[in-house]
């Protein structure tokens, strides 16, 4: 199957992204949310990424004009589903992610190809609520989107060959590459990244090292381009969170623990860069460790 039209449902940091890239890439592009200000936001974030892009001469401003051009919103759940192609990427929670589908499903074409942009919840799970489960699958971005050069895609136990390989063409035509993973919780990378991260916070709740020092450390001991505490900032806490409970509840390893400290910080909506007080405090003009 051709894909020729995408959908992402959620315009927030990961859906603007994989609307900027699938845009820049020659799709014409359906945004969709629940939220006017999401969208005229997400609208923003897109121009202001495709003027920095062309302002280092990775793309030209023809380039800009034609991607921006692509780019349509709706508040509107079923409009996205005339599209070849729909990836959700809405709040890392099952049940949002179900009842999404569940409401897409009356005004999907037959030959739509479902997926989502989940970090860790079972596809096959998702695709079970769907009427479609052959032509579902995960579709994991890496976040920043336009930076980051892999994309997880991830069968679930009834994903068809065709499926698979229409979505690796997708990912070969961003000129992004394709690593395969089986569902299983949080696939690959955050099977190994996200341990990493709760396994700092336990260190900085130990009292091993302060937030400083661990995150130099990762930096200049592991040659690491950001430190632990900081990319737990940067993803987001309650994203770690929802992982490590996935990893803990899906595989029944007390490896998988969050640390207390974790969830306090997210206990107390203290969530990293998004609401300017994580790990590191952003409300003044360099970041402060809160701890």
């Known amino acids: 199957m051709a894909v020729k039209t995408v959908g992402v449902i959620g315009a927030g940091q990961m859906g603007n992204g994989i609307a900027h890239v ?25 121009e202001k990424n495709l003027d920095r892009q062309a302002s280092r001469g990775a793309i030209s401003e023809d380039d800009v004009k034609a991607a921006l051009a692509r780019i349509t919103t709706s508040l ?42 989940t970090s860790s919840i079972s596809i096959t799970r998702l695709a079970s609520r769907t009427d479609r489960p052959e032509r579902f ?24 060959e065709a499926t698979f390989n229409t979505c690796r063409e997708v990912v070969e035509r961003l000129g992004k590459t394709s690593a395969s993973a089986e569902d299983f919780p949080a696939f690959i990378v955050n099977r190994i990244l996200m341990p990493m991260i709760n396994e700092a916070v336990y260190t900085l709740y130990e009292g091993v090292g302060s937030i400083e020092s661990i995150d130099t450390s990762m930096k200049l001991g592991a040659a690491h381009p950001m430190g632990p505490l900081e990319l737990a900032d940067f993803i987001g806490l309650d994203t770690c969170l929802a992982i490590m409970n996935v990893l803990h509840d899906g595989l029944a390893d007390t490896k998988y623990r969050p640390c207390p400290l ?30």
């Open 22 to 46: 699938m845009a820049l890439a020659g799709y014409d592009v359906l945004l969709n949310d629940v939220s006017q200000d999401a969208l005229d936001k997400a609208k923003s974030v897109i």
């Open 76 to 117: 509107t759940l079923s409009d996205v589903g005339q599209t070849d192609l729909v990836i959700e990427s809405a709040t890392e929670r099952e049940s949002v992610k179900q009842a999404i589908f569940e409401d897409l499903l009356p005004s999907l074409k037959p030959d739509t190809i479902l997926t989502s942009n």
């Open 137 to 160: 699958m995960g579709f994991h971005f890496m976040n920043p989107v336009p930076v980051m050069k892999l994309v997880e895609l991830i069968r679930g136990i009834a994903t068809d």
């Open 262 to 291: 974790l969830t306090k910080y997210v206990e107390a909506g203290w969530l990293g860069r998004k609401t300017q007080r994580g790990f590191y405090d952003y409300r003044g003009d360099t970041p402060v460790p809160t701890r």
